[in-house]
C-alpha cells in the first residue's frame, strides 16, 4: 500500500501525541516529530492562540507545507474555527477535544488544496 504522504506533528502532550501518530498512521500516513524529508503537513499544538504567531512563523520558515492547529483553545464551530485559521494564517484549526474522525476530516481539508 503506497503510505499517504509525510506527517510532521509538534504536540507536547506525549499521550495526545501517540494518539495523533495512532490514527494517522492507521490512516496511511508517514509521522514523525521532526522532518527529515518534506511534509505534506505540519499539525502544532497551540496552547493559547494569543500566542501562537511566533510558533507559526517559526513552523513557515521551516516546513514549506500547510499547518493544522490544535487548541483546547478554540471556540468549536464552523464559523469560529475559519476565522481563527485566516487571524492565524494556517490551513485550519481544529479544536480540542476531538474525535478521530474530526482529525481525519482536518487533515483532508488542510492538503485538498496541496494534491
Not at 28 to 48: D, F, K, M, Q, W
Not at 76 to 90: I, P
Request: with cysteine; net charge neutral.
Amino acid at each position: 500500500m503506497k503510505g499517504k504522504g509525510f506527517i510532521v506533528i509538534r504536540e507536547e502532550d506525549d499521550l495526545i501525541r501517540e494518539l495523533l501518530e495512532r490514527w494517522l498512521g492507521e490512516a496511511g500516513y508517514s509521522v514523525c516529530g521532526e522532518a527529515h524529508e518534506t511534509p505534506r503537513l505540519v499539525i502544532a499544538n497551540v496552547p493559547s492562540p494569543r500566542g501562537a504567531q511566533a510558533l507559526i512563523q517559526s513552523l513557515q520558515a521551516v516546513y514549506a507545507a500547510p499547518i493544522l492547529v490544535l487548541s483546547g483553545r478554540f471556540r468549536r464551530g464552523l464559523a469560529g474555527s475559519a476565522e481563527a485559521a485566516r487571524r492565524l494564517d494556517v490551513k485550519k484549526v481544529l479544536p480540542k477535544p476531538f474525535t478521530r474522525k474530526e482529525l481525519l476530516s482536518a487533515v483532508a481539508a488542510s492538503l485538498e488544496d496541496e494534491e
